[in-house]
């Protein structure tokens, strides 16, 4: 990739626009001084077995017209970028443009995001304006994932519940959004074997009192115990220091059905989220995290 950087790509492209400008010129300036002596003849060559044309020069407001594109190009590679890594006179850049822009915008919004800065992020929950405004940024950051209504998909959590796998206080939330989150949970399909696994699956399948095989679940239970419990917990609840789902409850992240559990507890699942802070700064995090809040709060009522 330094090869791209150094100062030999600098002098080619400059050097290959300015030939390209002389090669114009050149073409131009020696059709309008050459004169074809005598009656203007046909070209040898035939199209479509009768189509011929004579060898006319073009006419002068054509050639005219292509000098003063010429002179524009040559006008606009001294007032702007072109010739390899110079600015141009203007100093114009698409970067100073951007950071140009959002100076500006930065200007009108940053007394509303200084407002919300100073209050707690339930307070900013509850207020319409910052909810609309929060709802903007999750449709633009989060609905990838979390989907529009943000309820979710398979491996995805849904956010309007109140079920969360790290905690749903408000700075947890805010934390999130900030740093990310890794989950992962290893698989156990080589140490169990396959009896193993489906019998750890009707077990984690009883714990939320969805159908199971008792004589299973009831083997599983001692595999769970041996295994499982560092996670997940002697009663299943979960851990949500370490992210680990509960499963006494009916919220599944990748499916409740048998196979479903016995392929997650096979193979074992990862997840991520991305870190936000850099991305959004922490004025928008501050807005996204109480809209995410605000929503579990709705819902809870």
Same mark, same amino acid.
């Given at each position: 990739?330094?090869? $791209?950087? %150094? ?12 030939? %390209?400008?002389? $090669? ?16 203007? =003849?046909?070209?040898?060559?035939? /199209? ?10 073009? @006419?002068?407001? /054509?050639?005219?017209?292509? /000098? ?5 190009? +040559?006008?606009? $590679?001294?007032?702007? @970028? ?8 203007? #100093? /114009? %850049? ?40 929060? =709802? ?50 290893? @698989? $156990?399909? @080589? ?28 083997? #599983? ?16 609840? #979960?851990? =949500?220091?370490? #992210? ?16 479903? +559990? ?9 997840? =991520? ?22 929503? %579990? ?5």
């Amino acid at each position: 990739m330094s090869d $791209f950087v %150094s100062d030999t790509w600098h002098y080619y492209v400059a050097g290959l626009v300015v030939l %390209s400008l002389l $090669f114009c010129i050149w073409v131009l300036a020696s059709n309008m001084t050459r004169r074809v002596k005598g009656p203007v =003849q046909l070209h040898d060559h035939i /199209w479509d077995e009768d189509l011929q044309e004579y060898n006319n020069p073009l @006419p002068r407001w /054509w050639m005219w017209l292509f /000098w003063l594109t010429l002179i524009f190009g +040559i006008a606009y $590679f001294t007032l702007y @970028p072109g010739l390899g890594r110079w600015q141009g006179k203007f #100093g /114009w %850049s698409a970067v100073g443009q951007y950071k140009a822009e959002v100076a500006a915008e930065d200007a009108v919004v940053k007394p509303i995001y200084d407002k919300y800065m100073k209050q707690d992020l339930l307070a900013v929950a509850a207020d319409p304006e910052a909810q609309a405004m929060g =709802q903007r940024l999750f449709l633009t950051y989060c609905a990838q994932c979390h989907g529009a209504d943000a309820r979710g998909a398979k491996g995805f959590p849904n956010l309007t519940d109140a079920d969360w796998l790290h905690g749903g206080e408000p700075e947890t939330v805010r934390t999130t959004i900030k740093g990310g989150r890794m989950g992962a949970m290893p @698989p $156990f399909g @080589p140490a169990l074997g396959a009896d193993g696994v489906k019998d750890v699956a009707n077990y984690v399948r009883s714990l939320s009192g969805l159908a199971h095989d008792s004589l299973r679940a009831q083997r #599983g239970k001692q595999t769970f115990m041996t295994t499982c419990v560092a996670c997940h917990g002697p009663e299943g609840k #979960g851990n =949500q220091a370490l #992210g680990a789902p509960n499963l006494t409850d009916r919220v599944w992240l990748w499916g409740s059905t048998e196979a479903t +559990i016995i392929e997650t507890v096979t193979n074992g699942r990862t997840n =991520q989220m991305p870190a936000f802070a850099e991305r959004l700064g922490d004025e928008k995090v501050h807005l996204l995290a109480a809209y995410v809040l605000g929503l %579990s709060k709705a819902q809870a009522k």
